[in-house]
């Protein structure tokens, strides 16, 4: 559990994927894809079935570990709104005691803006809570404080002619010293992003400074994407 503070709150970095909001007892993520492999499967593309397993065991993990009682999932719950109906009985079995124990809210996404809240749990577009905007996908332009997935980034370094990959949440710092947060995917059958690919900068418009987050030793690393002109 890494702590910060951002947009006027503290914040923990919770598996390097989630992020514990202290203030509200609520844990966020961003881009479970439950489903995805059955997705895939129903397509001729047959991959192990376990992936929405992994992702609720883990999640689980998250809610054990800070305690949390609400959970907000910031769009592409599932890889297709009909992803619910095809959940094998553990993984189902799984979710409905995870949506029973917490204050859950499914924010849906561009792959699941259909789904119904058959898991459990009550549905959103957006919310807006203490000031911060909880959404799937960061708004161009957007001046108040919000918390997005959508782009899986991921930070793209090489330490000693070695390529690494590694999930990242990105943050942008306006004028005011306010910003947005787009948060890694969370999901355990999920790619990523370049963080510093040109859509992830755009979207993150107006800024002062973005940059990438990565846990590291008990810390949180930063790594400067891009720089307003002085």
């Avoid at 592409?76 to 029973?100: I, K, V, Y």
């Avoid at 058959?118 to 001046?143: F, N, S, Y």
């Avoid at 997935?149 to 942008?172: D, E, M």
């Avoid at 005011?176 to 040109?198: E, F, N, Q, S």
Wanted: contains cysteine.
């Amino acid at each position: 559990m890494v702590p910060f503070s951002f947009a006027g709150q503290e914040f923990a970095l919770i598996q390097g994927r989630a992020l514990y909001w202290p203030r509200e007892n609520a844990l966020l993520v961003a881009d479970l894809h439950l489903e995805k492999a059955s997705f895939f499967a129903r397509h001729g593309q047959m991959l192990p079935p376990y992936d929405s397993r992994e992702t609720l065991e883990r999640l689980a993990l998250a809610i054990r570990e800070t305690g949390a009682r609400r959970v907000y999932t910031l769009g592409d719950n599932f890889h297709d709104s009909a992803g619910p109906s095809r959940l094998e009985p553990h993984a189902a079995g799984m979710l409905a005691a995870l949506t029973r124990a917490t204050d859950w809210v499914w924010i849906t996404g561009n792959h699941d803006s259909a789904m119904e809240a058959t898991a459990g749990g009550t549905l959103a577009e957006e919310l807006e809570i203490a000031g911060l905007v909880l959404r799937h996908r960061a708004t161009r332009g957007e001046t108040r404080p919000e918390l997005s997935g959508h782009y899986h980034p991921r930070l793209h370094i090489t330490v000693r002619q070695r390529r690494i990959r590694r999930p990242c949440a990105v943050i942008s710092t306006d004028a005011d010293g306010a910003g947005r947060m787009i948060l890694p995917a969370y999901g355990a059958l999920t790619g990523g992003m370049d963080a510093a690919d040109h859509e992830i900068l755009r979207v993150l418009q107006p800024a002062r400074a973005i940059d990438a987050l990565v846990p590291a030793g008990g810390k949180l690393a930063t790594f400067p994407l891009w720089r307003a002109a002085a």
